[in-house]
Nanobody
């Protein structure tokens, strides 16, 4: 089993930055691809970004490319999502996920965090 706990969400203004963290416990951290998904009110959960198990490959949704960066700290079993130049349309609950590469669909996720709210005001 793997447990994922997100933190770092909040309310920011358009153009601001925010960093999310996902603490991973349980089975070997480096065994899985790690990623972030988000779900806005009334919409389906959508892929944001993923990182392969070795940290050598990343894939980003077009909507966040150039603004968001995913990274991992193997020593701390933590995955980070740095979000810059935030827009109101980035408002959503952000979920950390662990699963199989490329982890760009929900069907590739084995484990989910509980989610953290990010709200971007205009």
């Amino acid at each position: 089993q793997v447990q994922l706990v997100e933190s770092g969400g909040g309310l920011v203004q358009a153009g601001d930055s925010l960093s999310l963290s996902c603490a991973v416990s349980g089975r070997t951290f480096s065994s899985y691809a790690m990623g972030w998904f988000r779900q806005a009110p009334g919409k389906e959960r959508e892929f944001v970004v993923a990182l392969n198990w070795s940290g050598s490959s990343r894939v980003y949704a077009d909507s966040v490319k150039g603004r968001f960066t995913i990274s991992k700290d193997n020593a701390k079993n933590t995955v980070h999502l740095q979000m810059n130049s935030l827009k109101p349309e980035d408002t959503a609950v952000y979920y950390c996920a662990a699963g199989s590469w490329p982890l760009t669909t929900q069907y590739e996720a084995y484990y989910w965090g509980q989610g953290t709210q990010v709200t971007v005001s205009s």
